[in-house]
Structure formats: structure tokens, C-alpha cells
């Protein structure tokens, strides 16, 4: 028997007339070096409209990239609204990624106009040789434009057209966005984006048991646009009438604790390399307000229990993490406890991933292919499936990622009864020691645990009698001095034995990603060349 269900497609231009009609009034603010930019949801609606006309004119048709480099702010809140509602896909470019990667990223998504920050234009002129696909160049705000040749002014093409452009009927199932995977290992892969997976994730987004965004909300937008749609949250704002703070270029611990405490939002988003940058900067500042926040929310990698265990007690304030990747959209998992628990046992789902969004699936699956038990014991690699998991790479075949329908992750960990992720490692960071795993997340945690440690990343190194071995690199706080050994003894009862490394190098900063987590790659690669002082214990 056939539904009698209205067939609506799910597009990202409902979400734009759905923020202008019911939240009209709604604000973005964008932080500037002379001060803070405020305009409505009903204003951006408008210069979005302009936007897409424009972009017809230059030649823009459906299906056709528009790329952005820019920062968070309100003309690539612009872009994000316009682009996908106009038929074109939205290509958000990585502003951090080396040279020869941003090149590769831009002529494989075959990238017609790129709309760039005028202070970003130094970096997009390394490659300007490279671009040859791009029609146009369109230039947001000062800088210097004789670097990029003949450029298009993004204000004054905006006034040249006026609002009201119709946004056209589209198949739900057609490219909206697209976002690259850092490229850790190998070139960065594409992942598209539909409207359909786009306005689903949106809505996942607005329930209580995951990120709960509502019109009562002000979002502190710290994690880039530039990565995986800044986790959804910019068409969820709209969705949900949740107002947004962008930031900008302004991602240090001093102006985000100012923003915080002059701009009071709600919830936040960010990488635990921030939160613990916030942390620090909150301790020191006596101004320092966190007040205002219902909940913070770290993704990207584990988050340390000390740190969950400081902002509640220091701050009275709940950090949950979230799991996901850019083949997830991001959001598949949530850390919020269940409902009843003794909220000294609060933290003990806090520091796990997260429980798995209704909309989604997960499982653990062993080296062989078996799947393993729900039983928070049973170690396996995580695979999943969804409405907003991708289910192939963009131009590219890799099917070793792919099982049966279900996406692997790279992640390993272990899935419990009541939905549970614990990630121990990447299946390319494990330390297979003797035989057996070695957690470098777990050991990660337990140094940061201790008071004069601020970072700790752990890599497999190898030796001769098991195999590989856990290296611990360590960035101390300012102004204290720990040796190895009581760096060990504090281990001690915290780990087993055997997991405790032999090899410890204390460093200035751990090196990062594009987008903020700790890039082991380089740390390995640093001590296969003796680039590391590497203390020996016995």
C-alpha cells in the first residue's frame, strides 16, 4: 500500500526561508579588528538572494562548484546559504592545508569560482599558476588583489543585483556541499554532500539527545567552516533559530575568553587543543565569564578526563564530546549520559566518544570481518552507515573503505549495550606491542592527567624485542620542569605495566593537523630522523 505523504524534497533552501520567516531577527555576529559585526537572518537571506543572481551572471550553473577560502564570518554564512540553494554545490577550501594539497583540491573538484577573504589572498596566490579551471575570483574584504590578477569585488557585485532571486525546485539526492578529508595519508578525498543528507543531519542536530540546538541558543562557531560545514551547525542555526558568533580569525584562548564574556553564547564548538587553550586563559584572567554556556562541545580527538573534570569544577560548566568525520557530515555520536546517572558518574560517559545519533549506525568489527558483540569489550574497527554517511568518495574508487554498505571509519574501540563508542585508537596510530594493543589515546590521557603536563601525544616507535613501542612526547606547562621518571611512576598505577614507555621526549608544541588534531605522522617522522631528544629509561 503507497503512502498518502506528501512528497516534499528535503532542500537547504527550505532551511533559508524557514530561518528569514520565523527568525527574521535572528543575528550573526562576526568579529572584526574594529569590532563586532552584527546582521540578521533576514539581511543574510537577502544578500544571499544577491549572491545567487550574481553567481548566474558570472555563469554558475547547476551542479558547477563554488569554492570558498575564507574564514567564519558573515559573507561564508552567505555563500553557505546561497550556493547550495541556487543548484551549485558549496566547496569549502581548507585555509590550512599545504600549497600543492589546496591545488590538488581545487582542479579535482574542477572548482568554476572561488570566493576568497582579502587577507587570505597570499596564501590562494601560491597556487593562482595552478587554477586553471576557475572563471572567477571574487575577493571579500581589504587586501591586496594584484597577487591574484583580475579579481571580482565581492560588495559591489552583490549591489549590483537585487534581492528576490527564486530559489529553483531541485532533486533532494543532488550534490549541496562538499568537503575534502585532510589528507593525513595519500590525497585528500572528496565527500558530496547532498540536500537531502544536509537537511537530515540539520535536524539531528536539534534533538535533545544530541546537540539539542534550539532558538534559545547562541552559537560560539569555533570549529572552521572550512571543515566537514562546521559540523552542520550553519544551516542548523538557521533551521533552529539559534544565533551564531563568528569568530574569525580570532581562534586563541585571550579574544575567544573576551568573546565569551562580552558576547554570552550559549554553546560551543571546538577541538580539544582550544578547550584546553580556553582553560588555561579562563585560570589566569580574572575577567573571565564562561557563565553563559549551557555546554561546550570538543570533537576531532579524545578529550582527557582532567579536562571534563576541570571545566565542571572550575567552571561549573559540562563539556561533551562528539564523534564523527567528514564522511559522517560529522555528527554520529553524542557523550551525554544517560538519563538518571549519579552525576559523579557523569564524567565516566563524557570521556567515551559518544552514543550513536538516532538516525545511524554503528558497529565494531574484527580484523577478519566478524562482527563483534555489544559488550564494551570486544575491540574491533567501527563501521557505520546512515542517510548522511557517504557511501563513496567523489571521483575517486577506494572500496578497502567500504564493507557491505558500511562505511569504515579508521576508528578502534569497543561498543557497549546502551550505544556507547570508546575509541582506544586509529587503526594507523595502534601500538601493536608484542602482540598485543597499546591504546596511545588512553596513554595520552592518563600523562595529561598529570597537573604540570599541558600536552602528551603517544606514537608507535619501533623495536627490535616487541615489535613497536609507545614513544611519549610531552609539552609541559610554563614555568615547571618534570623528569621521565616521575612521569613513569605517576603511570604506574594508572596503566598496565607493560603499556608504560620506555621512551619520552619532552617538546615545545605537539605538531597539528589542518584542523587541529595532534599530527603523529610528523612525530614519528621527526624521530626516524633524530630530530627528537629522546630520554631512555630502563
Same mark, same amino acid.
Given at each position: 500500500?503507497?503512502?498518502?505523504?506528501?512528497?516534499?524534497?528535503?532542500?537547504?533552501?527550505?532551511?533559508?526561508?524557514?530561518?528569514?520567516?520565523?527568525?527574521?531577527?535572528?543575528? $550573526?555576529? !562576526?568579529?572584526?579588528?574594529?569590532?563586532?559585526?552584527?546582521?540578521?537572518?533576514?539581511?543574510?537571506?537577502?544578500?544571499?538572494?544577491?549572491?545567487?543572481?550574481?553567481?548566474?551572471?558570472?555563469?554558475?550553473?547547476?551542479?558547477?562548484?563554488?569554492?570558498?577560502?575564507?574564514?567564519?564570518?558573515?559573507? *561564508?554564512?552567505?555563500?553557505?546559504?546561497?550556493?547550495?540553494?541556487?543548484?551549485?554545490?558549496?566547496?569549502?577550501?581548507?585555509?590550512?592545508?599545504?600549497?600543492?594539497?589546496?591545488? #590538488?583540491?581545487?582542479?579535482? @573538484?574542477?572548482?568554476?569560482?572561488?570566493?576568497?577573504?582579502?587577507?587570505?589572498?597570499?596564501?590562494? @596566490?601560491?597556487?593562482?599558476?595552478?587554477?586553471?579551471?576557475?572563471?572567477?575570483?571574487?575577493?571579500?574584504?581589504?587586501?591586496?588583489?594584484?597577487?591574484?590578477?583580475? !579579481?571580482?569585488?565581492?560588495?559591489?557585485?552583490?549591489?549590483?543585483?537585487?534581492?528576490?532571486?527564486?530559489?529553483?525546485?531541485?532533486?533532494?539526492?543532488?550534490?549541496?556541499?562538499?568537503?575534502?578529508?585532510?589528507?593525513?595519508? +595519500?590525497?585528500?578525498?572528496?565527500?558530496?554532500?547532498? *540536500?537531502?543528507?544536509?537537511?537530515? *543531519?540539520?535536524?539531528?542536530?536539534?534533538?535533545?539527545? =544530541?546537540?539539542?540546538?534550539?532558538?534559545?541558543?547562541?552559537?560560539?562557531?569555533?570549529?572552521?567552516?572550512?571543515?566537514?560545514?562546521?559540523?552542520?551547525?550553519? #544551516?542548523?542555526?538557521?533551521?533552529?533559530?539559534?544565533?551564531?558568533?563568528?569568530?574569525?580569525?580570532?581562534?586563541?584562548?585571550?579574544?575567544?575568553?573576551?568573546?565569551?564574556?562580552?558576547?554570552?553564547?550559549?554553546? =560551543?564548538?571546538?577541538?580539544?587543543?582550544?578547550?584546553?587553550?580556553?582553560?588555561?586563559?579562563?585560570?589566569?584572567?580574572?575577567?573571565?565569564?564562561?557563565?553563559?554556556?549551557?555546554?561546550?562541545?570538543?570533537?576531532?580527538?579524545?578529550?582527557?578526563?582532567?579536562?571534563?573534570?576541570?571545566?565542571?569544577?572550575?567552571?561549573?560548566?559540562?563539556?561533551?564530546?562528539?564523534?564523527?568525520?567528514?564522511?559522517?557530515?560529522?555528527?554520529?555520536?553524542?557523550?551525554?549520559?544517560?538519563?538518571?546517572?549519579?552525576?559523579? *558518574?557523569?564524567?565516566? #560517559?563524557? $570521556?567515551?566518544? /559518544?552514543?550513536?545519533?538516532?538516525?545511524?549506525?554503528?558497529?565494531?568489527?574484527?580484523?577478519?570481518?566478524?562482527?563483534?558483540?555489544?559488550?564494551?569489550?570486544?575491540?574491533?574497527?567501527?563501521?557505520?552507515?546512515?542517510?548522511?554517511?557517504?557511501?563513496? #568518495?567523489?571521483?575517486?574508487?577506494?572500496?578497502?573503505?567500504?564493507?557491505?554498505?558500511?562505511?569504515?571509519? +579508521?576508528?578502534?574501540?569497543?561498543?557497549?549495550?546502551?550505544?556507547?563508542?570508546?575509541?582506544?585508537?586509529?587503526?594507523?596510530?595502534?601500538?601493536?606491542?608484542?602482540?598485543?594493543?597499546?591504546?596511545?589515546?588512553?596513554?595520552?590521557?592518563?600523562?595529561?592527567?598529570?597537573?604540570?603536563?599541558?600536552?602528551?601525544?603517544?606514537?608507535?616507535?619501533?623495536?627490535?624485542?616487541?615489535?613497536?613501542?609507545?614513544?611519549?612526547?610531552?609539552?609541559?606547562?610554563?614555568?615547571?620542569?618534570?623528569?621521565?621518571? !616521575?612521569?613513569?611512576?605517576?603511570?604506574?598505577?594508572?596503566?598496565?605495566?607493560?603499556?608504560?614507555?620506555?621512551?619520552?621526549?619532552?617538546?615545545?608544541?605537539?605538531?597539528?593537523?589542518?584542523? /587541529?588534531?595532534?599530527?603523529?605522522? $610528523?612525530?614519528?617522522?621527526?624521530?626516524?630522523?633524530?630530530?627528537?631528544?629522546?630520554?631512555?629509561?630502563?
Amino acid at each position: 500500500m503507497d503512502s498518502t505523504m506528501q512528497d516534499v524534497p528535503l532542500l537547504i533552501s527550505s532551511i533559508v526561508r524557514h530561518g528569514e520567516w520565523l527568525y527574521s531577527n535572528k543575528k $550573526v555576529f !562576526t568579529i572584526t579588528p574594529e569590532g563586532v559585526q552584527e546582521a540578521t537572518f533576514f539581511e543574510i537571506s537577502k544578500r544571499a538572494e544577491r549572491l545567487a543572481a550574481a553567481l548566474k551572471r558570472l555563469g554558475v550553473k547547476p551542479g558547477d562548484r563554488v569554492a570558498t577560502f575564507q574564514w567564519n564570518n558573515q559573507s *561564508h554564512m552567505e555563500s553557505y546559504l546561497a550556493v547550495p540553494s541556487m543548484g551549485a554545490v558549496l566547496h569549502t577550501l581548507n585555509i590550512r592545508l599545504f600549497p600543492e594539497q589546496l591545488g #590538488y583540491i581545487v582542479n579535482h @573538484a574542477d572548482d568554476k569560482v572561488i570566493i576568497v577573504d582579502g587577507s587570505l589572498i597570499p596564501l590562494l @596566490a601560491k597556487i593562482k599558476d595552478q587554477l586553471g579551471n576557475v572563471k572567477h575570483i571574487i575577493v571579500s574584504g581589504p587586501g591586496d588583489r594584484d597577487l591574484l590578477g583580475d !579579481t571580482i569585488d565581492y560588495e559591489e557585485l552583490l549591489a549590483s543585483e537585487e534581492p528576490g532571486f527564486v530559489w529553483p525546485d531541485l532533486d533532494e539526492r543532488s550534490g549541496a556541499a562538499m568537503c575534502y578529508t585532510s589528507g593525513t595519508t +595519500g590525497n585528500p578525498k572528496g565527500v558530496v554532500y547532498s *540536500h537531502r543528507s544536509t537537511w537530515l *543531519h540539520s535536524l539531528a542536530s536539534t534533538t535533545a539527545n =544530541s546537540l539539542g540546538l534550539c532558538e534559545s541558543d547562541r552559537i560560539l562557531l569555533i570549529v572552521p567552516m572550512f571543515h566537514v560545514n562546521a559540523w552542520g551547525c550553519a #544551516y542548523t542555526a538557521f533551521m533552529a533559530g539559534a544565533e551564531l558568533i563568528m569568530p574569525q580569525m580570532y581562534l586563541q584562548g585571550e579574544p575567544l575568553v573576551k568573546v565569551i564574556r562580552d558576547l554570552r553564547p550559549t554553546l =560551543s564548538l571546538g577541538v580539544p587543543t582550544v578547550w584546553n587553550e580556553v582553560l588555561r586563559v579562563a585560570e589566569e584572567d580574572p575577567t573571565a565569564d564562561l557563565s553563559s554556556l549551557r555546554t561546550i562541545v570538543a570533537g576531532g580527538s579524545a578529550v582527557p578526563r582532567t579536562m571534563i573534570e576541570a571545566f565542571r569544577e572550575r567552571h561549573d560548566l559540562k563539556l561533551i564530546q562528539g564523534w564523527g568525520m567528514t564522511e559522517t557530515s560529522p555528527l554520529a555520536a553524542v557523550s551525554i549520559p544517560p538519563f538518571g546517572t549519579p552525576v559523579s *558518574h557523569e564524567v565516566d #560517559y563524557q $570521556v567515551k566518544a /559518544g552514543r550513536i545519533v538516532a538516525g545511524v549506525e554503528v558497529r565494531a568489527v574484527s580484523e577478519n570481518g566478524t562482527v563483534l558483540p555489544h559488550d564494551g569489550e570486544s575491540v574491533g574497527e567501527f563501521e557505520i552507515r546512515g542517510p548522511w554517511i557517504t557511501g563513496r #568518495y567523489f571521483g575517486v574508487d577506494d572500496p578497502d573503505k567500504f564493507r557491505d554498505g558500511w562505511l569504515r571509519t +579508521g576508528d578502534v574501540g569497543t561498543l557497549d549495550s546502551e550505544g556507547f563508542m570508546v575509541i582506544s585508537d586509529r587503526t594507523k596510530d595502534v601500538i601493536k606491542s608484542g602482540g598485543e594493543w597499546i591504546s596511545s589515546v588512553e596513554l595520552e590521557n592518563e600523562v595529561m592527567a598529570h597537573p604540570d603536563v599541558f600536552e602528551a601525544a603517544v606514537v608507535a616507535v619501533p623495536d627490535d624485542k616487541w615489535q613497536e613501542r609507545p614513544l611519549c612526547c610531552v609539552v609541559l606547562r610554563p614555568g615547571v620542569s618534570v623528569s621521565a621518571e !616521575t612521569l613513569r611512576d605517576f603511570l604506574m598505577p594508572r596503566v598496565a605495566k607493560w603499556w608504560i614507555p620506555e621512551r619520552w621526549a619532552f617538546i615545545e608544541s605537539v605538531p597539528k593537523t589542518s584542523v /587541529g588534531k595532534f599530527d603523529k605522522k $610528523v612525530l614519528r617522522a621527526q624521530y626516524g630522523n633524530d630530530e627528537l631528544a629522546v630520554v631512555t629509561l630502563n
